[in-house]
């Protein structure tokens, strides 16, 4: 795990740092890292949906700095991922507005995984770790969490499944019915050809 602390109104350091983890993935003994950025607490987060208001901003600002952000499927495409540098990548939000899903709930701030897409392969038989590993993931949060796991939580590539419902999930098991908030720089091109 590599992680990184994130001062109110410092987002253009963490693109910084996100610059920095992208090449150390590509150097020996960092090829499986994870980059954790704890974001200091706000206290403008006050409620559950100004977290996933603050989340997806942080993503977008990220995709608005990214150098390299071409060949980018669209949100609701079943193989999209944020990615950074070409760098597909899974993120769990966690913040302290998680009060039901305890496995999200990780200090006093927002906290950001970034786990690139290499880490849910086998290094072995670089096959998609099995359904096996996930379905002890899903015990031990159900333990945890004391709920059951949400009902977007899917399988990468399930054309049912969504990766960004997984990001930030709500804190009930309400599915998410909305639209990805996240645009990408084609999909901004597409809304501005629509005017």
């Known amino acids: 795990m590599l992680y990184t602390f994130v001062a109110n109104g410092c987002l253009d350091e963490l693109v910084t740092n996100m610059r920095r983890f992208i090449r150390l993935t590509g150097t020996v003994g960092h090829e499986r890292s994870s980059l954790i950025a704890f974001f200091e607490p706000d206290p403008t987060i006050q409620d559950h949906p100004s977290f996933i208001t603050r989340f997806w901003q942080v993503l977008q600002f990220l995709h608005d700095h990214d150098r390299d952000s071409s060949l980018e499927r669209a949100p609701d495409h079943p193989l999209w991922e944020f990615s950074f540098q070409h760098c597909e990548m899974f993120v769990v939000g966690a913040s302290p507005t998680y009060r039901n899903r305890r496995s999200r709930n990780l200090g006093p701030g927002i906290v950001l995984v970034f786990q690139p897409r290499s880490l849910f392969m086998d290094p072995a038989t670089l096959e998609p770790i099995a359904a096996s590993?996930?379905?002890?993931?899903?015990k031990r949060?159900?333990?945890?969490?004391?709920?059951?796991?949400?009902p977007d939580i899917g399988f990468y590539g399930d054309n049912r499944s969504r990766e960004w419902k997984q990001y930030a999930l709500p804190d009930d098991n309400e599915p998410e019915m909305g639209s990805c908030p996240f645009h990408t720089n084609s999909d901004r091109v597409s809304l501005a050809g629509r005017d």
């Open 133 to 138: 590993a996930r379905q002890r993931v899903h």
């Open 141 to 150: 949060m159900l333990a945890y969490d004391g709920i059951p796991v949400h």
